[in-house]
């Protein structure tokens, strides 16, 4: 499976970093050029744009601080829903909101993508051991097809065949 990941900071390079030791074909992109760097030298291909990620790319999987980044890198013009298409997946695992989970997942299906919702739990030092907790909301078709990457990851549990959980886990992602 190829993956991008998009967003390398504190807990989504070590998620990233996990990928990479497990011999996944792995894109990155972020911001901070000398993290995207050190992620090329140990393997990764680097992403030119969200757009050029998930067309060359089975998943793409953001991990963003906030809402609003995780908006822009979807919405621009050169960001993952203008390359979105039939049976490309989005996984989530970003600090958001629901709303804008429900936003965002909706305008993938419209593009007949496949979102999931993947809040996780448990901070950088399980994110860096593959032991973070996954909460994954969505179809379980998609589940079975990530779950060879979300058990390189964490510990995954598809708590609901919808795309927003409940708000108990969004919590937990925040504390």
């Known amino acids: 499976m190829r993956i991008g990941f998009i967003g390398l900071g504190n807990v989504g390079g070590k998620l990233a970093g996990s990928l990479l030791r497990n011999g996944f074909d792995l894109t990155v992109r972020d911001l901070n050029e000398q993290t995207v760097r050190a992620f090329i030298e140990r393997g990764a291909n680097f992403g030119e744009s969200p757009k050029q990620m998930v067309e060359s790319s089975d998943l793409v999987i953001t991990c963003l601080p906030s809402p609003a980044v995780s908006a822009a890198v979807m ?4 960001g993952i829903l203008a390359g979105m298409s039939a049976g490309k997946i989005w996984a989530e695992m970003s600090t958001t909101s629901e709303a804008e989970v429900i936003r965002l997942g909706g305008k993938v299906q419209n593009l007949e993508g496949e979102p999931l919702d993947c809040p996780v739990s448990g901070g950088c030092h399980r994110a860096a051991t593959g032991n973070i907790s996954i909460f ?11 779950l060879p990457v979300l058990k390189v990851l964490g510990v995954a549990s598809c708590t609901q065949e919808s795309l927003v959980l409940p708000l108990c886990l969004r919590f937990l992602q925040i504390i």
Not at 75 to 78: G, N, P, R, T
Not at 136 to 146: I, L, Y
């Open 75 to 78: 919405e621009d013009q050169d």
């Open 136 to 146: 994954v909301g969505g179809e379980r078709s998609t589940f079975d097809k990530m």
